[in-house]
């Protein structure tokens, strides 16, 4: 082991911990042997006699039954055997202490692994009766080195658990492993597929992939790795179109169908948890129905396996990306697993058999049933050989095996200098130079890996590209990390590959899910009205503030627009148009009236009272200015109560002016005395206290809830009302009643007088402009409560403007015709008939009205 790299206590003291449990006595109390002991195929004696199993031959080659020397395993024997000659031949680590070992040979089979295991832990003697004595020998290896996959490690970690002998596997992944109720003495130098799972289906989410297919081992590794990828895939938002399972000895039928489904999806990822046996089968099946253009995702144990890259003739796994192990690199490894010399000291069969294989030829004395014509002659040149065995592109492999028995030598070192004082209290030290090797409480080592990429060359070697790492250590958004290097994908293409079931759903919409479905499939559909999303894929749409309103492609809220009845719009000009058109008009009655003063037309309609309501009426049309423009504090308390004095005002002359000419026609008795009740203080008392009234009402409303400024939202959608909110609604139909009360007993009034004589037709006059009155305010209620927003202002002033042009045109413009255009009707003579004695109106039996007294009266 090199100078730099320093085992920390804590990454051993578990090992510690098991290596004093395996010499410690056995509970049961007689031994006996269990399991065949076999013969080791590398074997050496030792004061500590360490273990190993491998697989160095396997079963299934080409889908054929029979066994071949596994070059892969050999190598990590011989890292094995580097690591224990670095120890003995070193003066610190383990001094005066000779490591052993026995290896044997599993030949990938589970059984055979569980009976080897037996045999280590037992030792070579053979106990035919049993002893009454107890079990106080030790357990004859104090630890084993393997195995190289998850299924066989679980059964040996199974088996082997009770005794607390110690298994360290370099490639065993499988996340079950860590769980030490189940296997309490198993330790691994190789990060669990707790993590790897984890890190793949982040790197797939990185680049985008939601929609992709799965292809496993069928077996521990693949099944346990898979199931913690799709948990994890499901929590990132990843969808699998499927997962299928594959066994090297499953029958063709199984590929095909297999075939048949990646062909039949629409994913273009496909993540490979596979090994590299069940990878080298699928390549030449894929190859030859032409299963290309999908981009591969890989596990570590084929993604950088260049024996794999080799098989890869048609390029199905150009552009594939996956984790790996770090590199690692052991000096002196390589030279030592090249010199062939340790093999031939320790086994000479195992030496003819990997002698044949490797230069394919054949000793003359072998027992070889290989059809090889080539005789062997034992001088072949090894460095013209390039086949698996020269590769050395598993060296972080290698490394693992030679850190897991340099664990067990360092943990060995500590027991054995380790005196009776010691106890078993231990001080851990929390630092290490150099590599950082140790095992967590589930045995396992920190998780990092080096983010690998399939990029071809121009020769068509396939050269594996670091381009990022994955280090679980970091902080979650530091651990998937790339380097600037440019990526090749699937069909050479330098651009990322799109796999998704359903496109992006852009902004403005949001994902509806499609029945049946996995979550990763959905249909986009627009946000409704008011809501938006301003997100990609979204999968809901928010609200807007009622202030503000989706804008057309609803990805963003807008501000409502302010919407009111202003002097700039065309119907606000108008109404102001024909507001000011009243206000002059009514100015100009005035002048008129005034410079008539003098003439019977305008002595007798009570010139005081005419004068009042002209201006009465000139406030109301000015008032209809108040409602025009943006709603403030003030305006909004000035409209209504503007609104409901100047008319209160204006109906209380017409009032006035009513029950004096009624009282003057009907009360001509005798001793009746109309100037008395009817005078000019008790015309101006009646209309001060009608107006006073509505004063009253306006000061209690405005000061108990006065109207106030507010914003309507719910009249338009995409627009904001600014009108005026009523406060206290009782107030407002209290001053809207109160007007509909004067007007109503104007009306009857004059109603009652509108047959008195013809040529003194005041009264007609007021009955027909207080029906046009009645008309407009009876029409204006429905028409105010169903126009929306500022069309009801704008009914409102109407109704103002029409209300009062009608009172001004029905009672005053009569009178300036006669005053302007017919002035000879403009006399006292005119006023009081053509003929008294034919009018039934002015009999001496009825006491006759004289138009001298009512003049005198008013």
Not at 36 to 42: A, E, H, I, V
Not at 125 to 144: D, F, G, N, W, Y
Not at 329 to 356: A, C, M, P, Q, Y
Request: hydrophobic share 40%; proline share 4%; net charge neutral.
């Amino acid at each position: 082991m090199t100078s730099t790299q320093v085992w920390p206590e804590q990454g051993w003291a578990l090992l510690q911990l098991l290596l004093v449990a395996s010499v410690s006595h056995a509970e049961e109390p007689v031994c006996r042997q269990r399991g065949d002991p076999g013969n080791p195929l590398l074997c050496k004696d030792g004061d500590i006699i360490l273990g190993g199993m491998f697989s160095f031959h396997t079963s299934w080659k080409d889908r054929k039954d029979t066994y071949t020397l596994n070059f892969r395993d050999l190598q990590f024997a011989q890292a094995m055997l580097f690591a224990i000659e670095e120890i003995n031949n070193s003066t610190d680590l383990l001094p005066g202490v000779t490591l052993g070992y026995k290896i044997f040979n599993t030949c990938g089979n589970v059984a055979r692994s569980v009976g080897l295991t037996l045999a280590l832990a037992n030792g070579n003697e053979i106990v035919s009766v049993p002893s009454k004595a107890s079990c106080t020998r030790p357990a004859h290896v104090q630890a084993i080195m393997g195995e190289t996959s998850s299924s066989p490690t679980i059964a040996i970690a199974t088996v082997i658990g009770p005794f607390y002998v110690p298994v360290i596997s370099h490639f065993a992944t499988c996340a079950c492993l860590s769980d030490k109720t189940k296997y309490p003495s198993f330790l691994r130098t190789i990060p669990s597929d707790y993590y790897q799972s984890r890190a793949l289906a982040h790197l797939v989410k990185h680049f985008g992939w939601t929609w992709v297919g799965a292809i496993r081992t069928n077996n521990d590794y693949g099944n346990n790795g898979m199931a913690t990828f799709t948990e994890t895939a499901q929590r990132l938002g990843i969808c699998l179109e499927y997962s299928v399972s594959f066994f090297r000895t499953d029958p063709s039928d199984k590929i095909r169908e297999i075939i048949r489904t990646i062909k039949a999806s629409t994913s273009k990822v496909i993540i490979a948890f596979l090994s590299h046996k069940e990878m080298d089968v699928l390549i030449h099946e894929f190859s030859y129905h032409n299963l290309s253009g999908y981009q591969w995702v890989g596990s570590e144990s084929w993604i950088f396996d260049s024996q794999t890259a080799k098989m890869d003739i048609h390029h199905i796994l150009n552009g594939a990306i996956g984790l790996s192990i770090p590199k690692a690199h052991v000096t002196g490894l390589r030279e030592f697993i090249l010199d062939v010399k340790s093999l031939n000291s320790s086994n000479n069969e195992l030496f003819t058999e990997f002698w044949e294989t490797l230069f394919n030829c054949k000793f003359r004395q072998s027992t070889s049933s290989a059809n090889i014509q080539r005789e062997c002659t034992g001088h072949e040149d090894l460095n013209g050989v390039q086949n698996s065995f020269t590769d050395m592109s598993l060296m972080p492999i290698f490394n693992n095996v030679y850190k897991g028995v340099y664990a067990v030598a360092h943990a060995l070192h500590n027991i054995v200098s380790c005196n009776k004082a010691c106890s078993n209290k231990v001080q851990l030290d929390p630092f290490t130079e150099g590599d950082e090797v140790y095992f967590d409480e589930n045995g396992d080592p920190a998780a990092k890996y080096e983010i690998i990429n399939w990029q071809p060359k121009e020769n068509g070697v396939v050269e594996f590209v670091t381009v990022g790492l994955y280090d679980i250590s970091l902080a979650p958004e530091k651990k998937l990390h790339f380097q600037n290097k440019s990526l090749i994908w699937a069909r050479n293409s330098k651009l990322v590959p799109v796999s998704v079931c359903s496109e992006k759903c852009p902004p403005g919409t949001r994902k509806v899910l499609q029945k049946g479905r996995p979550v990763c499939c959905y249909d986009c559909i627009q946000c409704a009205e008011g809501e938006i999303s301003n997100v990609t894929d979204s999968a809901t749409c928010v609200r807007c503030l009622p202030e503000f309103w989706s804008n057309e492609r609803r990805d963003a809220c807008i501000k409502k627009e302010a919407v009111f009845l202003s002097y700039e719009e065309i119907m606000g000009a108008l109404l102001t148009a024909a507001s000011l058109f009243g206000t002059c008009m009514t100015a100009s009655v005035i002048l008129i009236f005034f410079k008539y003063r003098k003439t019977s037309i305008v002595r007798a309609n009570n010139s005081e009272l005419s004068f009042l309501l002209l201006f009465s009426l000139i406030l109301c049309f000015l008032c209809s200015l108040t409602f025009i423009g943006k709603p403030s504090d003030w305006s909004c308390m000035l409209r209504h109560t503007a609104f409901g004095i100047t008319f209160v005002l204006c109906i209380s002359c017409l009032l006035g002016k009513t029950m004096v000419v009624l009282m003057a026609f009907r009360a001509t008795g005798p001793g009746i005395n109309v100037k008395k009740w009817f005078g000019h203080v008790q015309q101006r008392l009646c209309v001060l206290g009608f107006t006073l009234i509505q004063v009253i009402i306006c000061i209690i409303w405005l000061t108990t809830s006065p109207p106030f400024p507010s914003q309507n939202f719910k009249e338009f959608k995409d627009k904001i009302i600014l009108e005026c909110a009523l406060g206290s609604a009782v107030g407002y139909w209290a001053v809207i009643g109160y007007i509909g009360i004067l007007a109503i007993l104007c009306f009857i009034f004059a109603f009652l007088a509108r047959k008195l004589p013809d040529n003194f037709n005041e009264a007609k006059l007021i009955t027909f402009s207080m029906l046009i009155f009645c008309a407009v305010w009876i029409t204006f209620i429905p028409a105010y409560v169903s126009s929306p927003g500022k069309f009801s202002v704008a009914v409102e002033i109407f109704a103002i403007l029409a209300s009062s042009f009608g009172l001004l045109i029905c009672i005053f413009i009569p009178k300036c015709y006669i005053i302007l255009l017919k002035p000879e009707k403009n006399t006292k003579k005119n006023m009081m008939g053509k003929n008294h004695s034919t009018n039934h109106f002015f009999t001496s039996d009825s006491k006759c009205f004289n138009l001298d007294f009512f003049l005198k009266c008013i």
